[in-house]
């Protein structure tokens, strides 16, 4: 059973910052691939930003590309989005997700695993 759980989210102006957590087990962070999705209201999941979690590559959408940063800590089975330079466009329901190859590149499947979510809203 995979159990992830998110915490992090807030509201914060444009420009600011935020730290999305998903902690989960030791089990999870060593087998699968793990990543970072968000759900805007009226719009599709979306991917991004995804971790190797083994090798450590990273993957993001290109619309986060250099204002976020995917990591982990091992020892805390914890799994990190540090957010900068938030937009009011990033405001969305954030999901923490484990699976398969396709959770690192950002794809979705009926097989991945997600979280509760954790709400982020940028206000401009």
């Known amino acids: 059973q995979v159990h992830l759980v998110e915490s992090g989210g807030g509201s914060v102006q444009a420009g600011g910052s935020l730290r999305l957590s998903c902690t989960t087990s030791a089990y999870t962070t060593s087998t699968y691939c793990m990543g970072w999705f968000r759900q805007a209201p009226g719009k599709e999941r979306e991917g991004v930003a995804g971790?190797?979690?083994?090798?450590?590559?990273?993957y993001y959408a290109d619309s986060v590309k250099g204002r976020f940063t995917i990591s982990q800590d091992k020892a805390k089975n914890t799994l990190y989005l540090q957010m900068n330079s938030l937009k009011p466009e990033d405001t969305a329901m954030y999901y923490c997700?484990?699976?398969?190859?396709?959770?690192?590149?950002?794809?979705?499947?009926?097989?991945?695993?997600w979280g509760q979510g954790t709400q982020v809203t940028v206000s401009s």
């Open positions: 997700a484990a699976g398969g190859t396709w959770v690192c590149e950002l794809g979705t499947s009926v097989n991945t695993y």
């Open positions: 971790l190797y979690t083994r090798g450590g590559s990273t």
